[in-house]
């Protein structure tokens, strides 16, 4: 069955950077666009940014130039790069495909910015 285990979550204070990782199993990668993911407390889970199998990637506005989003095909790898973070990034971050009629999520990563 489709696995996801992700890692990278923390604690960073504002102006800070992490980097989220996403090791994925269970279906062929290579094909599939793969999606970063967040929910904050009381908050509905919105889209932060999407990559296609070639590497093509789209970010929500709140995000743009910030965070990047990249891929590694060989290792079956998702990461979200996260730069200039802000109090208003504090989520529990997952990535997620859609999969033959149906979306897969991992099973989500805290990020805190405070200082």
């Known amino acids: 069955q489709l696995q996801f285990v992700e890692s990278g979550g923390g604690l960073v204070q504002p102006g800070g950077s992490l980097r989220l990782s996403c090791a994925a199993s269970?279906?062929?990668?290579?094909?599939?666009?793969m999606s970063w993911y967040r929910q904050a407390p009381g908050n509905e889970r919105e889209l932060v940014a999407i990559?296609?199998?070639?590497?093509?990637?789209n970010y929500a506005e709140s995000v743009k130039g910030r965070f990047t989003i990249s891929r590694d095909n060989a290792k079956n790898t998702v990461y979200l790069h996260m730069n200039s973070l802000k109090p208003e990034d504090t989520a529990v971050y997952y990535c997620?495909?859609?999969?033959?009629?149906?979306?897969?999520w991992g099973q989500g990563t805290q990020v805190t910015v405070s200082s």
């Open positions: 997620s495909v859609y999969h033959i009629g149906r979306r897969y």
């Open positions: 269970g279906f062929t990668f290579s094909m599939y666009s």
């Open positions: 990559i296609t199998p070639t590497g093509s990637p």
